[in-house]
């Protein structure tokens, strides 16, 4: 067996403590020089006479802070829209089809009146502003909304 064949030792054994003044770690087994910390175990967070961090900060009050978090629905502006034939019919799952959006969330999809629609379409399956739906009514087109809880 050659030193380049011995295996590697990924794990060094732990340093004793307290074995004689030769070890590097004797005598006050490395905790310094007096002091509360060298003589005795202190419970973790403790300051010593000043409040620990836990109390010194504010409280959170309310009990909304203990609610779940409510998702919200995705947004898409009505000018992507505009990729589609005039008359034809939009769902989200189409919008998933033709790269839109990478999937549906579980909150739905939400159409904002951000730009202007040219062509007169059939939407399903959408919440959608005050804004977006008077453009889609004012072209003529149709809207079948989700509830909007």
């Known amino acids: 067996m050659r030193l380049h064949n011995l295996p590697k030792i ?3 054994k732990k340093k004793l403590l307290g074995r004689g003044p030769g070890s590097g770690k004797g005598k006050t087994s ?3 020089m007096k002091g509360q910390k060298a ?4 419970r973790p967070g403790f300051e010593g006479r000043q409040p620990r961090l836990t ?3 504010p409280k959170l009050r309310g009990k909304g802070r203990l609610l779940p978090h409510k998702p919200k629905p ?3 502006d009505i000018a992507r829209l505009n990729i589609f034939r005039a008359g034809s019919r939009v769902t989200p ?3 998933v089809e033709k790269g839109l959006v990478k999937k549906i969330p579980p909150a739905g999809i939400k159409i904002l009146a951000k730009g202007k629609l040219e062509k007169k379409l059939t939407l399903e399956g959408f919440k ?3 804004g977006a739906r008077e453009q889609v009514e004012e072209l003529g087109g149709k809207i079948k ?3 909007s809880d």
């Open 10 to 12: 990924t794990q060094r």
């Open 30 to 32: 490395g905790r310094g």
């Open 39 to 42: 003589r005795y175990k202190v």
């Open 55 to 57: 109390k010194r900060l």
């Open 74 to 76: 995705k947004t898409i």
């Open 93 to 95: 799952e189409i919008l």
């Open 128 to 130: 959608i502003s005050k």
């Open 145 to 147: 909304e989700i509830s």
